[in-house]
């Protein structure tokens, strides 16, 4: 069943993550597509590079391509994987705006392929849990969600990525890179779509101090040479949200928090109870009770009743890299069924869409200083 042939488009952090995930499912990964050949050949655990991304979509094993690419790279990609007919999973976020998000998604479904938006942390199996007892009713009406996403990786002047350059990473930074993992989960957990924000974004470093030139990994940080270019993306975002059914939410998002390096926290509250997680502890979720003493699940597929409990016994960690691999089983389920399910149990474009557009609202909002609808 697993035999299938997929290739991964881009070799940096996350397109290696790609990889090893698939393989892990037995998937064949026939080879990679990076900047060049040369630059993908330095990933010595990685299969071998195409010569070019259009060599890649010529050869007749590839069924499925991973687009691990800068953002700005994601819609001619993608529009160009689906014109030769082959399947697409997209890292977030989809395209760099709703009109290219949009468009995407039509393309999408009119082609009857499968199509997945990488919002893998829907499958830290206790987030699956948290769904499931949302959805039964074991806490009641849900009334309100609240966390943070936040780390510290852009924490000082000196920190430089293409996602600070509003061409490459889009005109949203730290909402658009990390805050859309926080939408995803949370509408998805609680089953709710967001109708309206309120959105403050801050940049702290208005000036950063950036590489005159390509950086050696491990080199001396004082001998590179630097300029200074102006900011335009935000480091930190408050944003508030209102939801079809009255919930309310509020979320903290920073990529300048020192010593979080990469902390993504709910609660969701209601009538009966709450739920709650951080991804720096994701073996454990929160019950919150009123009436009697809280509690801690620890992740064990024998006490829990998701559809994704994790491949291991309790006490045997999954972390980061396994959320990839639960989800593409189920992408893969579907690309061997060769169509979308009627309802999808990954994340798909629909979903990546969506999240452009409240970030389209979170802009407006930072720009008016008011509440803004989500421009569907
Ligand atoms: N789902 C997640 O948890 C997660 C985590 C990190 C990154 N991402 C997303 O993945 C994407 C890549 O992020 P990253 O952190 O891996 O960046 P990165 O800079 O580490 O890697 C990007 C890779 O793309 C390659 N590349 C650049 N231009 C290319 C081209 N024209 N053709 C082929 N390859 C090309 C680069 O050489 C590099 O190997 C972004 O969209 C980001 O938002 C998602």
């Known amino acids: 069943m697993w035999r299938t042939g997929a290739a991964v488009v881009g070799t940096g952090f996350i397109g290696v993550v790609h990889v090893e ?45 991973h687009l691990t690419t800068p953002n700005h790279l994601h819609y001619e990609q993608v529009k160009a994987v689906l014109h030769s007919g082959k399947h697409v999973v997209c890292e977030k976020p989809l395209a760099l705006t709703s009109e290219e998000s949009g468009e995407l998604l039509r393309i999408a479904d009119a082609s009857g392929l499968v199509h997945c938006t990488n919002y893998n942390q829907r499958f830290y199996p206790l987030l699956h849990e948290a769904r499931e007892r949302v959805r039964r009713g074991d806490i009641g009406r849900v009334w309100n969600a609240h966390g943070a996403y936040v780390q510290d990786w852009l924490h000082q002047p000196t920190d430089w990525n293409w996602r600070l350059d509003p061409e490459l990473g889009g005109s949203l930074r730290a909402v658009a890179d990390i805050g859309t993992h926080w939408f995803d989960l949370t509408g998805w957990i609680t089953g709710r779509r967001v109708t309206e924000v309120f959105a403050d974004l801050y940049t702290v470093h208005p000036v950063r101090h950036v590489p005159s030139g390509p950086v050696e990994t491990y080199a001396d940080p004082g001998a590179i040479q630097r300029h200074d270019r102006q900011m335009e993306t935000e480091d930190i975002a408050h944003v508030l949200l209102r939801y079809e059914d009255g919930t309310r939410a509020q979320v903290v998002i920073s990529q300048v928090s020192a010593g979080r390096k990469n902390h993504l926290s709910f609660e969701i509250d209601g009538s009966d109870g709450a739920l709650a997680w951080n991804s720096e502890r994701h073996e454990e979720l929160w019950l919150g009770h009123r009436d009697r003493p809280n509690e801690q699940l620890i992740r064990d597929p024998a006490l829990m009743s998701s559809p994704v409990r994790g491949d291991y016994p309790g006490g045997h960690a999954e972390g980061f890299t396994d959320t990839f691999k639960q989800l593409y089983r189920a992408v893969y389920r579907a690309v061997q069924a060769g169509a979308m399910p009627a309802e999808p149990d990954f994340p798909t474009f629909a979903d990546g869409h969506e999240e452009i557009l409240l970030c389209d609202a979170i802009a407006e909002s930072a720009r008016t200083g008011g509440w803004v609808a989500v421009p569907r």
Do not use: I
């Open 21 to 65: 995930a698939l393989r892990r499912l037995g998937v064949n990964v026939t080879g990679v597509v990076g900047s060049s050949p040369g630059r993908a050949r330095q990933k010595p655990d990685l299969p071998d590079p195409y010569e070019s991304f259009e060599a890649m979509l010529d050869d007749d094993r590839v069924r499925v391509v």
